[in-house]
């Protein structure tokens, strides 16, 4: 069998996706996904360019050293724009060995280790009501777990809270972030707060989880942990900007909350001091951004040696095609945690029609052979690309701060 013909497709149903198609002698195709929010572009270029040409003559059922010719052989090692490029190789060669032997892809995985996957669903609001009418409308939709943001007093636009954040829409000037606000100490002082009071609405049954996006300093993320531990949190995701993995362990030293880390991450070369010291709990890297099924299996797998467990990072901007991916993996790993599920619009479900099923909070890939998603191209067409950035954010006094 060998790889005729790979495209990388463009497409914004919504928002911008960037899939690869790879086709074979034997007309059996695969799909992965290798959307970069925000720099969508550069891997569009990266795969088109320096990529494809490698794959065209090559036999798709050789996925291990397809992966570690695309990573040793380029040099130039790691980092998202490379990462993203090389998960949706795997992911599309993935799709084609599964499509080839008739099963789903968990089944290649190791079969299933449970019979659906728990996810967590995003709760927001600018202040407390409009934050429990949210977490209400989450519950409605049978989300068993909930991530809870909420704004922040004297700050006007906030990420991850929907009526105040500027989003990840277009801008007006043609494609320049959004400046949102932060203050840290408001932060901090207020959070606490906030869960206080959910607990008092909601009882201390349901499962809650917070992102505090990288904003925090070691020595401030190790308070707000401990000020968060009587709300029982399920984690709190993302506390310092963890490329320096050494400060995590002054958080872990003063905190019994559980932490999760690694959703910008792309190789497991980042997670060593984590892992390794088992610094954190849960590890949230995403098929997309780490390379593909094949090294997060393996991230995984080094994961569970120190009782961590996965929370694949599951937002609007992983495309159904790497939702897919990471649903197999879930179904099939013991170590499985939780799985972030954003959702998609109507027409990202219409452009890629999937066999996985979200049932009353529960995900499930489905029976089909492979990843079980198509790509309904003509449709992708006519929605084309449009230029949008993440926004940033910036201190009262101008000061440009951490995600
Ligand atoms: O900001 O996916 O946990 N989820 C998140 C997301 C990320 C976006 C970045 O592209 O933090 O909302
Ligand atoms: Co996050």
Not at 319 to 346: C, K, R, W
Request: hydrophobic share 40%; glycine share 10%; with cysteine.
């Amino acid at each position: 069998m060998k790889i005729v013909d790979a495209r990388v497709v463009l497409t914004s149903p919504g928002r911008n996706f960037v899939t690869l198609r790879v086709e074979t002698d034997e007309g059996v195709t695969g799909l992965g996904d290798a959307t970069l929010n925000g720099r969508e572009l550069a891997v569009v270029g990266y795969l088109r360019d320096h990529v494809v040409p490698l794959l065209l003559g090559t036999d798709p059922h050789r996925i291990e050293d397809t992966w570690q010719s695309l990573y040793r052989g380029a040099y130039w090692r790691r980092g998202p724009v490379t990462m993203a490029a090389i998960a949706a190789v795997d992911v599309a060669l993935w799709d084609i060995k599964a499509k080839v032997a008739g099963l789903p892809l968990y089944q290649l995985l190791g079969g299933a280790s449970r019979e659906r996957v728990r996810t967590y669903g995003h709760a927001s609001g600018r202040d407390l009501p409009e934050l429990f009418d949210s977490i209400r409308a989450r519950l409605a939709e049978g989300y068993p777990a909930i991530r809870v943001q909420t704004g922040v007093p004297g700050l006007e636009r906030v990420y991850g809270v929907h009526h105040l954040s500027a989003g990840h829409g277009v801008t007006p000037d043609g494609a320049r972030p959004v400046v949102e606000d932060w203050d840290t100490g408001a932060y901090l002082r207020s959070l606490p707060g906030v869960f206080d009071a959910v607990r008092q609405e909601f009882g201390p049954e349901l499962v809650l989880l917070h992102d505090a996006h990288h904003r925090l300093t070691p020595i401030q993320a190790a308070r707000l942990g401990k000020d968060l531990e009587p709300y029982d949190l399920f984690w709190l995701e993302d506390c310092t900007p963890a490329e320096n993995q050494d400060g995590l362990r002054l958080v872990r030293r003063h905190t019994t909350t559980p932490l999760a880390i690694g959703e910008v991450f792309n190789t497991v070369f980042d997670y060593q001091t984590l892992v390794g010291e088992q610094l954190i709990d849960y590890v949230r890297s995403a098929v997309t951004h780490f390379g593909g099924v094949s090294p997060l299996r393996k991230l995984f797998d080094f994961a569970a040696q120190h009782q961590i467990k996965s929370a694949i990072h599951g937002p609007e901007d992983i495309s159904p095609v790497g939702m897919a991916a990471a649903i197999h993996l879930d179904l099939a790993i013991h170590n499985f945690g939780i799985q972030e599920y954003a959702g998609h619009t109507a027409l990202t479900h219409e452009v890629f029609p999937h066999a996985y099923t979200f049932t009353d909070g529960y995900l499930h890939p489905g029976e089909a052979p492979g990843l079980g998603i198509e790509l309904d191209e003509e449709l992708a067409s006519a929605h084309p690309y449009e230029p949008a950035y993440l926004p940033i954010n910036r201190l009262q006094d101008g000061t440009i701060h951490d995600w």
